[in-house]
């Protein structure tokens, strides 16, 4: 940027468990534009803000498909942690 170059990045911010996810915090503090994007929360119809992992891998990259991850909004995500630890 500092070279006039104009430079795109897009990733996820934050992991499965709703942790800040690899180098995207420090891209977005240092960026001079950030745009959110988000898809609709599969369960209740709202904006998405996470990624729910469908299977019972622990790792913290895993690559997967639709069978893999749904979008889920704030409100579902905390839901499923609640029953998680219930």
């Known amino acids: 940027a500092d070279n006039g170059v104009r ?4 990733g996820l911010d934050m992991d499965y468990t709703g942790k800040p996810f690899g180098p995207m915090p420090a ?3 240092t960026a ?3 745009t959110k994007v988000h898809a609709i929360c599969v369960r209740c119809g709202n904006l998405a ?3 729910h992992r469908l299977t019972s891998d622990d790792k913290q990259v895993m690559l997967g498909a639709q069978d893999t991850y749904e ?3 704030r409100h579902c995500f905390k839901e499923l942690v609640r029953e998680k630890r219930e």
């Open 32 to 34: 001079e534009y950030v």
């Open 71 to 73: 979008p889920i909004c």
């Open 49 to 51: 803000h996470h990624s």
């Open 27 to 29: 891209l977005m503090a």
């Open 7 to 10: 430079v795109i990045v897009a």
